[in-house]
């Protein structure tokens, strides 16, 4: 049973750029959510795609933004890219249906963004 | 507004000795999950334990155990017999409203270090 898969490991990036980071969710799970933890500190939400719609929001600005396929993966996109959005950004899966385990996001290893 | 506490930014433990780390958390909601994660060096979040509110047992999962106090709006994790694998950083995070898909808020962690 396949965990969540995160792509790029890493990246390095210059300020201006824009970036795409991809997750892959769990087995049997249909919601994606992505977080982003700067160094130090403990993750915040950024935001939540279920049924390829995002339906709940943290407080980022409009450079952030994502999209959820059909298959339940997503991805999460930065556009114009600032110094202080250098940080570990990981994506947990979970699914809507109250069962055994369900309750629980499961992260994935994340992707390490360094903006130069 | 939810949020949750973690006064402990760091820690040191014996090997096989018993260790708690606390959490509290404000919320006005009846309904929430209490979650504790793992997360080692190498970044991956890794789930530990989870509470729901309406629980009435603490949750334990092998040498984890979650010493939940509702009253106190308390949620300590206790590790039993650590080991030095256990040495990370420890996040408590909350869930509200009471749904697998709701957004995950966590505190600033702790860093648990285990002495040989």
């Known amino acids: 049973d396949a965990g969540v898969t995160q792509s790029p490991t890493h990246l390095i990036k210059t300020r201006g750029q824009q970036v795409t980071l991809r997750c892959s969710p769990k087995?049997?799970?249909?919601?994606v959510s992505w977080y982003q933890q700067a160094l130090g500190q403990g993750p915040q939400f950024i935001f939540q795609?279920?049924?390829?719609?995002?339906?709940q929001r943290g407080n980022f600005p409009d450079r952030f933004s994502g999209h959820q396929f059909p298959n339940y993966s997503s991805e999460l996109n930065v556009n114009a890219l600032l110094l202080g959005d250098s940080a570990l950004y990981l994506c947990?899966?979970?699914?809507?249906?109250?069962?055994?385990?369900?309750?629980?996001?499961?992260f994935g290893p994340g992707t390490r963004l360094l903006v130069l | 507004a939810q949020k949750i506490t973690q006064t402990q930014p760091g820690m040191f433990v014996q090997e096989k000795e018993a260790v708690t780390l606390d959490c509290t958390y404000d919320t006005s909601d009846q309904s929430y999950g209490l979650f504790w994660y793992k997360q080692p060096s190498s970044g991956e979040m890794i789930f530990l334990i989870y509470?729901?509110?309406?629980?009435?047992q603490n949750a334990t999962e092998g040498r984890y155990s979650l010493n939940f106090q509702k009253a106190r709006k308390s949620a300590n994790l206790v590790i039993s017999a650590s080991q030095l694998g256990d040495s990370a950083m420890y996040f408590c995070a909350m869930r509200e409203p009471y749904s697998s898909a709701s957004k995950i808020i966590f505190g600033s962690g702790t860093r648990l270090s285990i002495r040989p």
């Open positions: 509470q729901g509110s309406y629980d009435e």
């Open positions: 795609y279920y049924e390829e719609e995002e339906r």
């Open positions: 087995s049997g799970h249909d919601t």
């Open positions: 947990a899966s979970s699914a809507v249906l109250l069962e055994a385990g369900a309750e629980t996001q499961y």
